[in-house]
């Protein structure tokens, strides 16, 4: 794993508590990715765990430990009611949506 790439995991488990990144888009080999992301998991004091997934296409890296909030919850939930349907949605697309829900108008009396 190169240091670019460590930078994108941090900033994807820090914002997402997981990652999915496609096989064919590492810098080094599928087992090296999965050690290096054990390795920065262990470096924050977070407990990691590695997959593969569609078949060995992907390696799914996940934040074992992170606690999700409700809106990342409910946003779970539109990712995987969706995922068999003709209009799939991604995560980051649905957290978006669910965060734009929960606005408020804040109204400040002075």
């Known amino acids: 794993m190169n240091a670019k790439e460590e930078a994108a995991l941090l900033s994807v488990l820090r914002r997402r508590g997981e990652q999915i990144i496609a096989v064919s888009a590492l810098s080094c080999s599928v087992d090296d990715y999965r050690k290096a992301a054990r390795r920065v998991g262990r470096e924050h004091g977070w407990r ?6 569609d078949d ?16 990342e919850e ?3 939930r539109r ?7 003709d209009n799939p ?22």
């Open 48 to 53: 990691t765990r590695t997959f593969l997934v």
């Open 56 to 71: 060995g296409a992907a390696v799914a890296i996940l934040w074992v430990d992170r606690e999700k909030t409700a809106l």
């Open 74 to 76: 409910e946003a779970t």
């Open 79 to 85: 990712v995987l009611s969706a995922m068999f349907s």
């Open 89 to 110: 949605v991604h995560y980051d697309d649905a957290l978006e949506s669910v965060r734009r829900e929960n606005l408020r108008v804040v109204k400040r009396d002075i």
